[in-house]
């Protein structure tokens, strides 16, 4: 059983040396008030200006 659990913890630490960091970003929210969405407010997400000829789209369920 011993050799078992060294096994395991093994390949655990061999599976997570090819790891790799991601880039921290807020989770995408916002606001679903009946007030603020009458009004169409954008969601609170990073500011980018979008090269000429690029466009973006983001489809978003609850």
């Known amino acids: 059983m011993k ?3 060294f096994v395991v913890l093994g390949t655990c630490l061999l599976l997570s040396l090819n790891a ?3 880039p921290v970003t807020p989770f995408f929210t ?4 009946p007030l ?4 169409g407010l954008p969601a609170i997400e990073e500011a980018r200006i979008l090269d000429p000829g690029e466009q973006r789209y983001r489809l978003q369920a609850d």
């Open 3 to 5: 050799l078992f659990s």
């Open 20 to 22: 790799q960091a991601r």
């Open 30 to 33: 916002f606001n679903q008030s």
């Open 36 to 39: 603020v969405q009458l009004y």
